[in-house]
């Protein structure tokens, strides 16, 4: 129990990180368009300063048997995560069974791609880019660009064909296994 609560403390850190660094966390689109991590409009809506949303894009096989991206928005509430320090915003909360770095050299997945050959993620994940350049493409055509601070949940699991995954540029993320 103490495990998932070390790790559950990890996952909620790193959103909190990436809410404060002002990284996209969602990636970039193949049609250009780029949506940013963090809600920073000063529209009153803001707890105290800081943002009230988080994005990033999930990587899912649809009924058609394809893998497609779709954003994803969560709600940051004012918590009071650590007293005596001030409230900051929390949302997203997910048990986590493992946490762990991953490196790739650059061009890693690339003769998969060029063959046709996505591969399903093992797990239900989430990885977070802390340095490099990924490239993820479903298989429905559709693709992001990562770069540091892009967070993508990954449930295209086996029996799903999968996605591609093309390291542009060596780097390391941080994956987050969920139950």
């Known amino acids: 129990m103490r495990q998932q609560v070390v790790l559950?403390?990890?996952?909620?850190?790193?959103?909190?990180?990436?809410?404060?660094?002002?990284?996209?966390?969602?990636?970039?689109?193949k049609r250009g368009g780029e949506a940013s991590s963090l809600d920073d409009k000063n529209d009153g809506h803001q707890l105290g300063g800081a943002p009230t949303h988080v994005k990033y894009f999930e990587i899912y096989e649809g009924s058609d048997g394809k893998?497609?991206?779709?954003?994803?928005?969560?709600?940051?509430?004012?918590?009071?995560?650590s007293p005596p320090a001030p409230p900051v915003g929390v949302g997203g909360l997910?048990?986590?069974?493992?946490?762990?770095?991953?490196?790739?050299?650059?061009?890693?997945?690339?003769?998969?791609y060029e063959a046709s050959v996505p591969h399903p993620t093992p797990k239900r994940q989430?990885?977070?880019?802390l340095s490099g350049v990924v490239t993820m493409i479903a298989t429905d055509g559709d693709r992001r660009k990562l770069v540091p601070g892009t967070v993508v949940?990954?449930?295209?699991?086996?029996?799903?064909?999968?996605?591609?995954?093309?390291?542009?540029?060596?780097?390391?993320?941080?994956?987050i296994q969920l139950e």
């Not at 559950?8 to 689109?29: H, M, P, Q, R, Y």
């Not at 997910?94 to 490196?103: I, N």
């Not at 989430?126 to 880019?129: D, Q, S």
């Open 67 to 81: 893998t497609h991206i779709r954003d994803i928005t969560v709600d940051l509430k004012s918590v009071e995560f």
């Open 126 to 129: 989430m990885f977070v880019v």
């Open 94 to 112: 997910q048990p986590a069974t493992h946490t762990f770095f991953v490196a790739a050299g650059t061009n890693w997945g690339r003769p998969d």
């Open 8 to 29: 559950w403390s990890v996952a909620a850190s790193l959103i909190l990180f990436l809410a404060w660094s002002g990284n996209d966390a969602s990636g970039t689109s």
């Open 153 to 175: 949940l990954l449930t295209d699991v086996s029996p799903s064909k999968g996605h591609f995954t093309i390291v542009d540029k060596l780097g390391v993320s941080t994956a």
